[in-house]
């Protein structure tokens, strides 16, 4: 299909439709379960607008040829650069007993981030749900500065560990 200029393409605002779910464990990373995700912790109230960085990419694998003028390149190795998570802290606050994603994004805890777009949050994961999987080692975290207008909070970084990640994958 070819797409005539002029022609309007609908686009659904992001907010409001991200989901962020701390899974103990997932049996295949190709086919999470509706009952593993649900069995988990829901961080979603806790990160913040634009404190997920888990950012893809892949590396190139050279292919030059000795009777060619030109270089040719294949898809190499895939990798996660810096990885984080920032989120709502209430360490020693008037909220403390709400600090789910503080004590449960604990250094060393090894897990799954589960993140699904474009349904509201309030929404059970279904079979046919597509979802990102990241298997995941908690690292440090660290408060992050405190400004004008601003809450507590903290950044926590992780590592992807084996299996991996998997993208676009759908909810059995």
């Known amino acids: 299909m070819v797409l005539t200029l002029g022609t309007?393409?609908?686009?659904?605002?992001?907010?409001?439709l991200v989901?962020?779910?701390?899974?103990?464990?997932?049996?295949?990373?190709?086919?999470?379960?509706?009952?593993?995700?649900?069995?988990?912790?829901?961080?979603?109230?806790?990160v913040t607008l634009g404190?997920?960085?888990?950012?893809?990419?892949?590396d190139?694998?050279?292919?030059?040829?000795?009777?060619?003028?030109?270089?040719?390149?294949?898809?190499?190795?895939k990798k996660i650069s810096g990885p984080s998570i920032e989120v709502i802290d209430?360490?020693?606050?008037?909220?403390?007993?709400?600090?789910a994603a503080m004590e449960t994004l604990i250094e060393g805890a090894e897990g799954y981030f589960v993140r699904r777009y474009?349904?509201?949050?309030d929404q059970t994961f279904v079979a046919g749900d597509n979802v990102n999987v990241y298997a995941v080692r908690i690292g440090m975290s660290a408060k992050m500065a405190i400004a004008a207008n601003s809450v507590?909070?903290?950044?926590?970084?992780?590592?992807?560990?084996?299996?991996?990640?998997?993208?676009?994958?759908?909810?059995?």
């Open 152 to 172: 507590l909070r903290s950044k926590v970084n992780f590592s992807v560990r084996a299996p991996g990640w998997a993208e676009n994958v759908k909810v059995a």
């Open 90 to 99: 209430n360490t020693n606050t008037s909220h403390s007993t709400q600090n």
């Open 19 to 46: 989901n962020t779910i701390w899974v103990p464990s997932i049996k295949n990373i190709q086919k999470p379960t509706a009952a593993e995700i649900n069995a988990g912790t829901d961080l979603s109230n806790y």
């Open 118 to 121: 474009g349904k509201q949050t």
């Open 8 to 16: 309007e393409v609908p686009s659904t605002p992001a907010d409001g």
């Open 60 to 77: 190139s694998i050279s292919d030059q040829r000795e009777n060619s003028a030109q270089d040719y390149e294949n898809p190499g190795r």
């Open 51 to 58: 404190g997920w960085s888990c950012s893809p990419s892949q």
